[in-house]
């Protein structure tokens, strides 16, 4: 049985230009490759919006590294829609990605008691959003942020000093969060499931100078033992979640002022997980994913 992995133009190998992250893909395909084909699945990379005769012999897809998406969300929710009727698996499944492709769900956690980061909702921003922003939190830092978006991209910090000019608007719906300073101090915390279940934690820090924890924008990771109440908090997370049978999810996590974690984002799409922080990543992921194709044990 072959098994797709998702991709994009700039994530796919190939002539053409990549982006400067693509080498994750490379190391996601290599944990995975090896690791299926011992269960007799075969991993086909494919550009997402291939034509769905490419997708005919795929009993299964993976969202992988189709890091476009968010901007043609629409056609990608179709996309996975139109696979889905196919017959083929999709994992996670396009009612999860419905669900988790706005970072409005965060409101939702925060409702079903999950810690989260403090978080205005607005569906545009402007410099009197921003104004606003820094006096509600009481900060003299915030970060705006795409409410559909991904690895970063599109999002703002402006301090008290450093507002935008007057006629700035984010230009899509939006949302702003304190910065928190723990991002620089000791950075963001992973924490990875595979099939509801722990598999392996990862500390990314941010370069000098910048505060985005992605490695295209300079970042690094390493591997991070959670302590048991940490741990206990992604948990309580992932119990917030209105589904309860993911392949896999990233729970990515921010210290607050007073100590205790907080969510900053629940990655259920396409999130990069960190196989060289996972060294059995690979064999357990195609484990859960042979049990739900129901492939006999090889």
Request: net charge negative; hydrophobic share 45%; proline share 7%.
């Amino acid at each position: 049985m072959k098994v797709g992995f998702l991709a994009c133009p700039g994530t796919l190998p190939g002539p053409g230009p990549r982006r400067g992250d693509a080498f994750e893909h490379d190391l996601e395909v290599a944990a995975l490759r090896p690791a299926l084909a011992t269960r007799g699945l075969e991993l086909v990379e494919i550009d997402w919006r291939a034509p769905l005769d490419e997708f005919a012999d795929l009993g299964s897809v993976l969202l992988g590294t189709a890091w476009d998406y968010q901007d043609c969300a629409a056609e990608f929710l179709a996309r996975l829609d139109a696979l889905a009727a196919r017959g083929i698996r999709v994992c996670n499944p396009p009612e999860v990605v419905r669900w988790n492709i706005d970072k409005g769900y965060l409101a939702e956690l925060a409702g079903r008691g999950a810690a989260t980061v403090p978080t205005l909702w607005h569906e545009d921003a402007g410099r009197a959003e921003i104004e606003a922003a820094l006096a509600h939190f009481g900060a003299d830092r915030v970060v705006v942020k795409r409410r559909v978006g991904a690895g970063g991209e599109g999002q703002h910090s402006f301090t008290c000093d450093t507002l935008p000019e007057a006629d700035w608007r984010m230009g899509r719906p939006a949302m702003i969060q304190p910065f928190l300073p723990a991002i620089i101090e000791e950075g963001e915390f992973t924490f990875v499931f595979i099939d509801g279940r722990f598999s392996h934690g990862v500390n990314k820090r941010a370069a000098m100078g910048e505060y985005r924890i992605q490695s295209i924008f300079g970042g690094h990771e390493a591997g991070y033992d959670p302590a048991p109440a940490d741990l206990a908090t992604a948990e309580a997370v992932m119990a917030a979640l209105p589904f309860t049978d993911l392949l896999y999810a990233r729970i990515d996590m921010v210290r607050l002022p007073g100590g205790e974690l907080a969510v900053m984002e629940a990655e259920l799409i396409e999130p990069y997980l960190y196989p060289e922080q996972g060294p059995d990543f690979g064999d357990r992921l195609a484990e859960a994913l042979a049990r739900r194709l129901a492939v006999p044990a090889v």
